[in-house]
């Protein structure tokens, strides 16, 4: 498989980052979808696949903040445990698909992102009960 440039990865984890801001807004205008789906998840996690872990990063960083800042979702309270966890789902999905290789394509891409969900569900959840929130936010969450 080729290498894509450095362009095209840009462009991919612009147009990522810009779902961030979209995908939410439309989720949001139905019912409860938005709370049970977590759409700014998908796209953070697909640039760190396709371009992988530095614009993984940059994507989890950038596309909720400017979400927050467009569209108010997510509220500030939410936004730097936010931001953490989906720096770390990107930058753990791309290391992920650069090590993981088991031949089978389907395979590959559930264990990078199911190792890349709990890595940044872990990651979020020190953070929560570290800085962001100590003492209120216990074991009794997981």
């Not at 530095?54 to 936010?82: D, Q």
């Not at 959840?125 to 997981?142: C, E, K, N, R, T």
């Amino acid at each position: 498989m080729q290498k894509m440039s450095y362009v095209k990865r840009s462009i991919i984890t612009a147009a990522c980052v810009a779902l961030c801001v979209i995908l939410p807004m439309a989720f949001h205008s139905i019912q409860n979808a938005g709370s049970i789906l977590s759409p700014m998840h998908i796209p953070v996690l697909l640039c760190g696949l396709i371009c992988g872990p530095a614009f993984g990063l940059l994507s989890g960083l950038v596309g909720p903040l400017l979400s927050s800042l467009f569209t108010g979702m997510p509220p500030m309270a939410y936004l730097p445990p936010m931001i953490i966890e989906l720096a770390v789902y990107g930058l753990v999905a791309g290391l992920m698909i650069s090590l993981i290789r088991t031949k089978k394509l389907y395979v590959d891409l559930y264990l990078c992102l199911v190792i890349a969900m709990i890595a940044g569900r872990i990651v979020a959840g020190i953070a929560m009960a570290l800085i962001f929130v100590p003492g209120s936010y216990s074991m009794a969450v997981w």
